[in-house]
C-alpha cells in the first residue's frame, strides 16, 4: 500500500484522473438538457463523452508508460529481483483505479441534478456504467503497454489522436455488430425517448476492452520480441468472442426500445391523463394543463376525454412507422423534459391538445389545410389566431400569409351562430379522420 500510495503522488495517474474528471462534468454540463430526462439519457450522454475521455485516457497510460526510459533507469530496474510483473503492478493499480473511478464521478456528478426528477431507473443503467469504467481502465492500461512498447516523445500524443479517430468513426459507422464490438461509445449519439442498449452489446464491449487491458497489461511485462508479438492473441481472441455474442439483429442495433420505459402511467381519477413510465415525474404537471386542453374540446360532439403521451419511436425525419392509437377517444401529444428535468414548454400544452381537433390519422399521409385547421383550433380557443412562431416548440419561421388566412377564416366563423360555428369547426375534424382535404369546409 505505501508503494501505491507514491505511485499515486509521483505518476501521471491523479492527475489523469482529474483531468478525466473535470472534461466530463464540463462536457456533460454544457448540455444538460441532453440527459436531464432520466438515468438512461445520463449513462449514454457519459458514454458519448468517450470521445473525449478514452483517447485521454489511452494518451496518459502512454506518457506513463515511458517514465522509465525518460528517466533512464530501464536497465538498473531490470536488475532488480523483483519481476516486471510486480514491479508494474502499482502503476497498473494507480492508473486503472484512479481513471474508473474518475469515469464513475463523472456519472456521480450527473446524478446528482436528476436524483429528484428522474422517475424510472433501468437495471440496464449498471451494467453500462461499469462497462464505461472499465473502457478508460483498458485504454489506460492498452496505453502503458504501448508507451513502454514506443517510449518516444510523440507516442502519447499521437495515441491521442488515433483514440479520437477510432472512437469516431466506429461510433458513426451505420449501426452493426461491428460498430456495436468495437466502438466505447456505440449507442449514444441517437437520443431518442426510451432508448437503451442491448444487454448483448454491453456485454461484447465488455469482453473487448478486457481483451485491450490484457494486451496493454503483456506489453507493459513482457520484454522478450516473442512475448510481445503473442501480446496480440488477447486482442484477437477477445475480439472472436465479442462478435461471437453481439446480436446482428437490427432490431438489437438500430434504435432499440426499453419496453418498461414507455409504458404509460395514468391518473387515477378522470379524465385520465397518461405519460410514460420514463416521464412519471411530470405527470402532477401535465394533468391540469392536458384537462384545460380536454375542456376546450368538449365543445364539440365526441370530444375525446384522454390524453397519452406519444410513445411512438419517430425517426430524425419525423416519421414513425408505428400507428397512432385509433381509438378517437385519445389525444396524443408530446412530452418533452427541460434542463432541470421538469416539463418543457407548459404554455404549449393546451394548444397541442386543440390543434389537432382531437383527430389523429395514424400512419396515413392525409391533405392537411393549415389555415383551416388553426382557424378552426382558435375558434375553439376562443382568440385570434397567431403564428405558430413562439406557440410550437422548435418553430422557427413561418410566412405572414398562413397565419393571415387562418385569421379570415376564423372571422368568419366568429359571424356565424355558435351552433353553425361549431358544426363546421366538427366537420373539419371529421374531414381530419377520414383523411379528406378539408379546404373549404369552413367557407361552405
Not at 501505491?4 to 482529474?18: D, F, K, P, Q, T
Request: aromatic content about 6%.
Amino acid at each position: 500500500m505505501s508503494i501505491l500510495r507514491i505511485e499515486l503522488r509521483r505518476s501521471a495517474a491523479a492527475g489523469a484522473a482529474l483531468l478525466t474528471l473535470a472534461v466530463g462534468v464540463a462536457a456533460l454540463y454544457l448540455a444538460p438538457g441532453r440527459w436531464s430526462d432520466g438515468w438512461m439519457s445520463l449513462a449514454l450522454s457519459t458514454k458519448e463523452y468517450m470521445l473525449l475521455l478514452w483517447p485521454l485516457a489511452l494518451a496518459a497510460g502512454a506518457w506513463q508508460g515511458r517514465r522509465e526510459h525518460r528517466a533512464k533507469v530501464g536497465e538498473l530496474f531490470d536488475t532488480t529481483p523483483r519481476s516486471p510483473a510486480r514491479r508494474m503492478l502499482p502503476v497498473l493499480v494507480a492508473m486503472g483505479a484512479t481513471l474508473g473511478l474518475a469515469y464513475l464521478l463523472v456519472v456521480v456528478a450527473g446524478a446528482v441534478r436528476i436524483a429528484s426528477t428522474a422517475a424510472y431507473f433501468p437495471p440496464d443503467v449498471v451494467a453500462i456504467v461499469l462497462v464505461g469504467a472499465l473502457s478508460l481502465v483498458a485504454a489506460a492500461w492498452l496505453g502503458l503497454g504501448i508507451g513502454r512498447l514506443l517510449p518516444a516523445l510523440v507516442t502519447a500524443p499521437a495515441l491521442a489522436v488515433a483514440g479520437v479517430l477510432l472512437v469516431f468513426f466506429t461510433a458513426i459507422m451505420r449501426p452493426d455488430w461491428m460498430s456495436a464490438t468495437l466502438s466505447p461509445a456505440y449507442g449514444s449519439n441517437s437520443f431518442y425517448p426510451f432508448q437503451t442498449i442491448d444487454s448483448r452489446v454491453t456485454g461484447a464491449l465488455a469482453i473487448w476492452m478486457g481483451a485491450l487491458a490484457v494486451t496493454g497489461v503483456l506489453l507493459l511485462v513482457t520484454r522478450s520480441p516473442r512475448a510481445r508479438v503473442a501480446a496480440v492473441l488477447p486482442v484477437l481472441l477477445g475480439f472472436g468472442a465479442a462478435a461471437a455474442i453481439v446480436p446482428r439483429d437490427e432490431a438489437a442495433l438500430i434504435a432499440p426500445i426499453d419496453p418498461v420505459a414507455r409504458e404509460l402511467v395514468c391518473t387515477d381519477d378522470a379524465p385520465k391523463v397518461c405519460v410514460t413510465r420514463v416521464n412519471a415525474n411530470v405527470l402532477d404537471t401535465l394533468t391540469p394543463l392536458a384537462r384545460e386542453g380536454l375542456a376546450v374540446l368538449a365543445k364539440l360532439p365526441d370530444a375525446p376525454t384522454q390524453v397519452h403521451e406519444d410513445a411512438r419511436l419517430f425517426f430524425s425525419s419525423g416519421f414513425s412507422t408505428e400507428a397512432a392509437p385509433p381509438d378517437r377517444d385519445i389525444v396524443t401529444i408530446d412530452v418533452r423534459i427541460d434542463d432541470r428535468g421538469g416539463l418543457a414548454h407548459p404554455a404549449a400544452v393546451v394548444p397541442a391538445i386543440v390543434f389537432g381537433l382531437g383527430a389523429n390519422t395514424g400512419t396515413m399521409v392525409c391533405p392537411r389545410n393549415g389555415p383551416v385547421e388553426r382557424a378552426a383550433a382558435y375558434y375553439l380557443l376562443d382568440r385570434e389566431p397567431v403564428s405558430d412562431v413562439g406557440v410550437v416548440p422548435d418553430m422557427i419561421s413561418e410566412e405572414p400569409e398562413f397565419n393571415a388566412e387562418a385569421v379570415t377564416l376564423w372571422q368568419g366563423l366568429r359571424e356565424l351562430p355558435p351552433a353553425e360555428a361549431l358544426s363546421r369547426v366538427a366537420a373539419v375534424r371529421d374531414a381530419i379522420v377520414a383523411c379528406r382535404d378539408s379546404t373549404g369546409v369552413l367557407s361552405r
